[in-house]
Structure formats: structure tokens, C-alpha cells
């Protein structure tokens, strides 16, 4: 699920679905520029909605998420942003942090696995190839 929102304020917020390494149905709800007075509130509250609708639709349960709210200056962009991950248990939600805690370092390792897989010999070539060199 993704969209565009309009927060009660005025503000534009986007929800996304980016791929996260370990946590599936991850989504992150964000705003599109500086919140001011009661919008942030807005925006925990949309978060929480929109969360039972992820929760409902990817497990079955509405109550079934864990929403991650920061503000503008705990984030590496300069906006608040909401992170929504639909969880059956208390494990799958520590597993949950846990990978976001590595988000970084996960989706480096991701980009370098792919650019090395991309960089192989196509499969059927390498089969030739082992083939030729064992009756060689």
C-alpha cells in the first residue's frame, strides 16, 4: 500500500513500502516539508490508521503493527516521518529493530550483492565455460 495524504493542516505526506532487508511490509509515512504546531499530532494520527490497514491487510489483525515516530531533528532528512511495520509478536518487532538499527550497513551489503551478481558470467555461459575446461 502506498499514496499521497493531505494531514487535516494542509500538509502533503507520502507513504511509501521502500525495501528493508528483514522487515517485511515496511512502510514509512513522511511529510513533505516542515511540520508546525498541532502536525505532528496529525501525523501520529494518520500513522496509526494507516498502521491498523497495514496490519489488517498483510496479517489479518488491525492491532497487529508498531509505529516508530521521529521528528524533524531526529532524522537524517530535516522532516518527521513515521515508521510503520506491521508485527504478529513482540519477537518479530524486536527483529524488527534490531534490522532497522542495521538498516544501513544491510542495505550496503544488499548494493554490493547485487552489483557482484550482475558482474557474473551468465549461467549458461559458465556452465559452457566449466564444461570446456574439464575436457580441456
Not at 118 to 126: I, K, N, T, W
Amino acid at each position: 500500500m502506498t499514496g499521497s495524504f493531505e494531514l487535516p493542516g494542509g500538509l502533503q505526506c507520502e507513504l511509501i513500502a521502500p525495501h528493508m532487508p528483514g522487515v517485511p511490509n515496511y512502510h514509512v509515512l513522511a511529510v513533505d516539508g516542515p511540520v508546525e504546531g498541532n502536525q505532528l499530532g496529525e501525523l501520529a494520527r494518520l500513522a496509526a490508521g494507516l498502521a491498523e490497514v497495514l496490519g489488517l491487510e498483510t496479517i489479518g489483525d488491525a492491532n497487529a503493527f508498531t509505529i516508530i515516530l521521529n521528528g524533524a531533528s531526529a532524522s537524517r532528512r530535516p522532516w518527521a516521518h513515521a515508521h510503520i511495520i506491521p508485527v504478529r509478536t513482540p519477537a518479530e518487532k524486536r527483529r524488527a529493530f534490531a534490522f532497522l538499527c542495521l538498516k544501513g550497513p544491510f542495505r550496503a551489503l544488499e548494493r554490493r550483492l547485487r552489483r557482484s551478481r550482475s558482474a557474473l558470467p551468465d549461467s549458461r555461459f559458465a556452465t559452457e565455460l566449466s564444461t570446456h575446461r574439464s575436457q580441456g
